[in-house]
């Protein structure tokens, strides 16, 4: 193939640590095959491309950069499932700390016609594995002749965080997706059955179900490896508020717009409570369609609109005790 022409691929015998034939199983042992490498690349095995795992010696101590103060990370991040599809939000404030580093970033980034992904913790660490996952997908693709599932995806990627559980990568991004009738081609298959890597984190929690093998998909990753299948995901410092929004009023017959109005809700709750989250809301739908992207919504009209509602109701309710005393 021409990308294979390009990165100068020979066969080569080495060991790899992630075969993709891991992908269809629910084995993770070693094993011998023969691999495309890159004459390019020190004979780099090509099957999995990671940033490098830097060696550790265990007699002497860790090499740590210290930071001049902590910075504390915050956002907010969710995704549920309904009968129109796949909905997913965020909001768009980067926070180091008490500072308000950019007010307008992506949190929700596509990955193919698909499968968006929402990302949580530190953007650096995010924008690296999903231009990596682009990547992976996309050569899976071409050397398989049909694209990844959204659970093979998921898989794929718990296997390539894995190796950093413990050291400074934060990264939790949460795949939703649809996969296709007959998508997964024995993928899907294997991995209903495979389990978690490890537990969730304590800033996600998850309605875990398992789902059909094609359909919606929303399936949650982070830096430890740990992957987990739901039904509503929120990631993030404001995931307990936009839970007590989402749990409130999610339900599979949603129309579009109840649930673009709920996902639009659950954001907007979460950053008027929490302070590391704010500025505006990004909105996609995920469907058989492929993903579609709503016009970014400034958190301050939501605000306006909210105080309108409860001045209305306000005077509705005076109004009635005016009527009911006379």
Request: glycine share 8%.
């Amino acid at each position: 193939m021409a990308l294979e022409d390009i990165c100068n691929f020979k066969d080569k015998r080495v060991q790899q640590l992630f075969p993709f034939s891991a992908l269809e199983t629910d084995s993770h042992n070693l094993e011998l095959k023969r691999l495309k490498t890159s004459q390019t690349h020190c004979g780099t095995p090509q099957c999995i491309f990671m940033p490098p795992l830097r060696q550790v010696d265990p007699s002497k101590p860790p090499l740590t950069v210290q930071r001049p103060f902590p910075l504390s990370h915050g956002t907010t991040t969710l995704g549920f499932i309904f009968q129109g599809g796949v909905i997913a939000a965020a909001d768009t404030r980067a926070s180091a700390g008490g500072l308000v580093a950019c007010p307008e970033v992506h949190k929700i980034t596509p990955i193919h016609s698909h499968l968006v992904v929402t990302s949580s913790g530190s953007g650096a660490d995010c924008m690296l594995w999903e231009r990596i996952l682009i990547r992976e997908i996309r050569l899976y693709e071409l050397r398989h002749k049909r694209r990844l599932s959204i659970r093979g995806s998921a898989k794929l990627l718990s296997l390539m965080l894995h190796p950093f559980k413990g050291t400074d990568v934060c990264v939790a991004l949460t795949l939703c997706g649809w996969d296709k009738e007959g998508g997964g081609t024995g993928l899907a298959h294997n991995l209903d059955s495979s389990s978690s890597v490890t537990g969730a984190s304590s800033s996600s929690v998850v309605s875990n179900t398992s789902g059909p093998s094609s359909g919606p998909q929303l399936v949650y990753v982070c830096s430890d490896g740990a992957r987990l299948q739901g039904d509503i995901i929120s990631v993030g410092s404001g995931s307990p508020y936009a839970y007590g929004v989402l749990d409130g009023g999610l339900s599979w017959s949603l129309s579009k717009e109840e649930a673009i109005s709920l996902a639009r809700e659950a954001v907007f709750r979460a950053t008027h409570r929490d302070a590391y989250s704010g500025n505006n809301v990004d909105l996609f739908q995920v469907t058989a369609q492929g993903w579609i992207q709503r016009p970014r919504e400034d958190l301050r009209e939501e605000y306006y609109r909210d105080m309108e509602r409860r001045s209305n109701r306000g005077r509705r309710i005076k109004r009635t005790d005016t009527m009911e005393s006379r």
